[in-house]
């Protein structure tokens, strides 16, 4: 197994059982003590769970300027991720002018897009792979300029927002790193808060990407208020969530 796997892996036990013991996680993924613990500490680090003497517990509410890398967070809650995506993806008519924001579950919607009538739809992406898939399927797709970012493979910076500031968009799709009622959609980089929120300005349906390990977790830098778009979820959210008009569970 892969470091990035396994590790993705002991993200998601934790947030699941709330706390998790080394021991444990050595048989889970037959690892020796010394591997773990080293998945404890980075993981720690990038702030995605509070490691603790004899093992790691979930994060409360954590505010974080960390960002994790795409291969990291592919493999973290798939399952919820795909139901989002396919959601998602249905909701594209063949006439739509799409955002589809950079991102893992945004990413997802590119395999329900194809030979659907929503690989019709013309398409504006910051995503670099979303936009060579997307062409791939025939899709009429176009990318912005600006600053490429590594870790989270999006286009970034003042002249992608200039770009997008000139768009009007049917729908777009948006990805979130947290969600929270009092501090809205949240996300580490700046850079990247100003490129969701030119996009949120420029559409007539705002949709957010956010499966439950989200929720009540806040990064640095608000990019939209809780209740101006409309979110896409996984059925694992709180109840206390689900209760709201603009909240959509995809089962």
């Keep these: 197994m892969l470091t990035e796997e396994r590790r993705a892996g002991i993200v998601k036990i934790v947030d699941e059982k709330r706390s998790v013991y080394v021991q444990d996680l050595m048989t889970?993924?037959?690892?020796?003590?010394?591997?773990i613990r080293r998945d404890l500490t980075d993981l720690d680090h990038k702030g995605l769970l509070t490691k603790v003497h004899g093992g790691a517990i979930a994060l409360e509410n954590p505010i974080t300027t960390l960002d994790v890398s795409v291969i990291e967070r592919a493999n973290l809650n798939k399952d919820g991720k795909e139901k989002i995506a396919k959601y998602a993806a249905s909701l594209i008519v063949?006439?739509?002018?799409?955002?589809?924001?950079a991102g893992t579950t945004t990413g997802m919607m590119i395999d329900y897009i194809a030979?659907?009538?929503?690989?019709?739809?013309?398409?504006?992406?910051?995503?670099?792979?979303?936009?060579?898939?997307?062409?791939?399927?025939?899709?009429?797709?176009?990318?912005?300029?600006?600053?490429?970012?590594?870790k989270t493979e999006a286009i970034i910076g003042a002249d992608t927002c200039e770009y997008l500031s000139k768009m009007n968009f049917t729908k777009c799709f948006i990805g979130s790193n947290g969600v929270s009622v009092p501090q809205g959609l949240t996300?580490?980089?700046?850079?990247?808060?100003?490129?969701?929120?030119?996009?949120?300005?420029?559409?007539?349906?705002?949709?957010?990407?956010?499966?439950?390990?989200?929720?009540?977790t806040i990064s640095a830098v608000s990019f939209a208020a809780f209740e101006s778009v409309k979110i896409i979820a996984d059925n694992q959210i709180s109840s206390s969530y689900k209760k709201f008009d603009n909240i959509i569970i995809a089962e």
């Design 94 to 101: 063949s006439d739509d002018i799409i955002f589809i924001d």
């Design 28 to 35: 889970l993924f037959d690892a020796s003590e010394s591997t």
């Design 187 to 216: 996300t580490p980089d700046k850079h990247e808060a100003l490129v969701k929120d030119m996009a949120i300005k420029h559409s007539k349906n705002k949709y957010i990407l956010a499966d439950h390990s989200k929720f009540d």
């Design 115 to 150: 030979g659907s009538n929503a690989a019709s739809a013309t398409y504006v992406t910051n995503g670099l792979i979303h936009g060579r898939r997307l062409a791939a399927l025939g899709c009429t797709v176009y990318m912005p300029s600006g600053q490429v970012k590594d």
